[in-house]
């Protein structure tokens, strides 16, 4: 038997016939998607695809690479003087392709050879002409017999190392976007990963409904007595078109956005973990849409509540596949490909034949929006659609994309109902304590600080009253869980007032509704997202404001916000003090404040505009796809839990220590990651020595933090206004 993996043990022939069947599910489920509008051959493309599947892995045959798997199986080693460290086993597949049967040209024979060649990135690929020609000699030649038998592949009767001159050394000659073969060989390259990953995880690569969302969304809206809205008649007519939607609150952005996506592959996106979840609860509980997936850093944690431990599994391995047909996420999953890493074309490429939906675009920092542009003129260029919606839109975004070249369809959805009256107090958020208690008495108050620290401190403060509650992102996921649903019924009650104080973790698609507003002042874009967490879906017409908006002792500025932006908006938003703001006056102010005349000189301009040269730069291959996502997220979280938590749990770090079996291990370590939080690295830096290695949790690198944590106020660390990064992405 010659082996292709260990676990699950599997055999050369039996990972072929997994990836020729993968393949047929892919032509027959998206075949005509893939290839829409491209000047490719489309026999040609899937019968190269086919002789790819078939013999990118049949350099396993190698001795080397059989000791390896046999290794892992306890299995007697057998006699080689080789070494895989020298040669891998996707560097000798190529040779065993019998080129004059298949009749390629040399352009054919250069994208099969190097898509096989190249399927496994590694940071050194360089081979050695003659110590192939020795392997094929020594290794394969006396085998050749033998390997076509037990693989019922035909192979070539004289196999030599003729092959690597069409692979080039060094890279030298390695097919990029300067030729005319580029996009050939990057769906051809993805789409081998695609169908190789998926057939390795023991997955079908595309999940094969014929159910068409759309329908659902529009029977969904029907039933419930409601004519479709005027956004959603936009999304639904212009299916086939990139749009770019701005629309208020509350008036049907989501089910517009998957009218839109109509049957097709779709990848939906938000800034903030808390609203992928609730978008794949949506698609999947109240429309009833069943082929979606959640593809986050905690996504098995939060599906572990939902669903029993295969059906769990198996829908994270179809979502970290790209396999299901809906698919919400983070961009930090998908949009690494802007990076170009080693392997980027297997997410490239998927995107090529997809839509993906951004989803409230101001809710990311300007080195990640840069990112995401960049994203979405590639994906473009790959004939994938996109729709970018949006509560509230800065200027330059849509200036850059039509820079780039990128054709897109605009359209504003503004709701003429009146919601807001503000009041710009010129002190601090501490000085109102009173008038702040008084008001949750009888109503539902919702303070929103720019820090954690201010938040805990304005707790501190009001925990003497009556229904006060804290929310954040340094709470362990256990307890953080259990307060995002609680705000949740808590703004639904009808008979419930108090007080909910939080930081941004609410601004973005968290469907809560209050009477009062208490924020810091932040810049417009994001003052106005907190606004949509007040008066949500009700008209408010009294004298009285219903926001207030504090602008003394600001925490948070120059870490968070930019502080011109941040000067900016307070001069934009005074002429509305003590008055009504309607929804059309917001989009203009932001489309103001964020015009390329009031950026000038600014850092989040400088910001931006070095993202992109960045982008328009980036070296082919120079990264991983770790290093990518860490660019992309600008953050190198710390997972850490609590001392106190960690003593009262230990019999659970010792128990998974100990155990071996799969599922069980992984059940133990859902258990575990719901007991932690993240710290940034420079808050690390700051508090390390009270941070220590967890002794049952080394290789998973989860550390015990000795600081204080309550159940009330979550992780103490002391004051510093830095930017909590890690309540996004993860």
Not at 258 to 269: D, E, H, I, V
Not at 392 to 400: N, S
Request: charged residues 30%; negative net charge; aromatic residues 10%.
């Amino acid at each position: 038997m010659y082996y292709a993996k260990s676990n699950p043990e599997q055999s050369i022939k039996e990972h072929t016939d997994q990836l020729l069947n993968n393949l047929k599910i892919l032509k027959n489920t998206y075949g005509e998607e893939i290839l829409k509008g491209r000047n490719i051959d489309k026999e040609r493309f899937w019968n190269l695809l086919e002789i790819i599947c078939t013999y990118h892995d049949l350099g396993k045959a190698y001795t080397p690479f059989q000791n390896e798997i046999r290794k892992k199986l306890g299995i007697e080693l057998l006699p080689t003087k080789f070494d895989y460290e020298a040669v891998k086993h996707e560097e000798l597949s190529p040779l065993f392709i019998p080129i004059q049967k298949f009749n390629l040209t040399i352009d054919e024979e250069k994208l099969v050879y190097q898509v096989i060649f190249y399927h496994h990135e590694r940071e050194k690929q360089v081979v050695n002409n003659t110590l192939v020609d020795k392997i094929i000699k020594e290794d394969i030649l006396p085998r050749l017999t033998e390997i076509e038998n037990e693989t019922g592949i035909e192979i070539e009767k004289n196999p030599s190392s003729f092959y690597l001159i069409e692979i080039g050394s060094g890279k030298r000659d390695r097919i990029s976007k300067r030729d005319s073969l580029y996009e050939e060989y990057l769906l051809l390259k993805g789409l081998l990963h695609r169908l190789d990953h998926s057939s390795s995880a023991g997955i079908v690569v595309e999940n094969e409904t014929k159910e068409v969302i759309s329908n659902l969304v529009e029977n969904s809206i029907k039933e419930k007595g409601y004519d479709l809205r005027e956004i959603q008649k936009f999304s639904k007519q212009n299916q086939g078109e990139n749009l770019l939607v701005v629309g208020s609150t509350g008036i049907g952005k989501t089910e517009a956005a998957l009218l839109w996506s109509k049957n097709s592959k779709t990848f939906f996106t938000l800034p903030i973990r808390i609203s992928i979840n609730a978008i794949f609860d949506r698609i999947r509980d109240e429309i009833k849409y069943e082929h979606v997936g959640l593809l986050h850093s905690t996504a098995l944690d939060y599906l572990e509540e939902k669903q029993e431990f295969d059906v769990k599994v198996n829908n994270y391995e179809a979502s970290r596949n790209l396999a299901e047909k809906i698919t919400a996420c983070t961009i930090d999953q998908i949009f690494p490909f802007v990076f170009k890493y080693r392997g980027y074309e297997k997410i490239y490429a998927t995107l090529g034949y997809s839509k993906i939906i951004i989803d409230e675009i101001q809710g990311y920092s300007p080195e990640i929006v840069a990112i995401i542009l960049k994203g979405l003129q590639m994906i473009y260029e790959m004939n994938g659609q996109f729709m970018v919606m949006t509560a509230t839109l800065p200027r330059i975004y849509k200036d850059e994309l039509e820079k780039m070249g990128v054709k897109i369809r605009y359209g504003e959805f503004i709701k003429d109902v009146k919601r807001h009256r503000i009041l710009l107090e010129e002190k601090s958020m501490l000085e109102d304590i009173e008038e702040i208690k008084e008001k949750g008495k009888n109503s539902k108050v919702l303070v929103i600080c720019n820090t954690i620290n201010k938040a805990i401190e304005m707790y501190e403060s009001l925990k003497n009253c009556e229904n006060i509650n804290l929310l954040h992102s340094r709470f362990i996921l256990q307890d953080r869980n259990e307060k995002e649903e609680e705000i949740k019924d808590f703004s639904k009650s009808i008979n419930k007032h108090g007080i909910w104080i939080t930081t941004q973790i609410v601004e973005a698609s968290l469907d809560i509704d209050f009477d009062f507003l208490c924020t810091e002042m932040s810049t417009l874009d994001s003052i106005f997202q907190r606004f949509g967490r007040c008066y949500r879906n009700r008209e408010y017409d009294e004298k009285e404001p219903n926001i207030y908006i504090y602008t003394k002792e600001v925490t948070g500025i120059k870490y968070i916000y930019d502080e011109d932006i941040y000067k900016k908006s307070i001069e934009l938003l005074t002429p509305y003090n003590k008055k009504l703001i309607v929804e059309r006056e917001k989009i203009q102010l932001v489309d103001e404040l964020y015009s390329k005349e009031k950026l000038a000189g600014t850092d989040f301009l400088k910001k931006f505009e070095n993202g992109m040269n960045i982008l328009n730069n980036v070296v082919d291959y120079d990264t991983n796809k770790k290093e990518a996502q860490k660019l992309l997220r600008n953050i190198d979280n710390i997972i850490v839990v609590p001392k106190k938590i960690y003593d009262e749990n230990l019999d659970l770090f010792q128990e998974y220590e100990k155990e071996s079996e799969y599922k069980n291990k992984s059940s133990l370590k859902r258990k575990i990651n719901k007991l932690t939080t993240s710290i940034t690295n420079s808050q690390y830096q700051k508090v390390k020595g009270y941070v220590t290695e967890n002794p049952y949790m080394k290789e998973e690198k989860i550390y015990i933090i000795d600081l204080k944590y309550d159940k009330e106020i979550g992780l103490l660390l002391e004051k510093d206004e830095e930017y909590e990064l890690n309540e996004k992405f993860c």
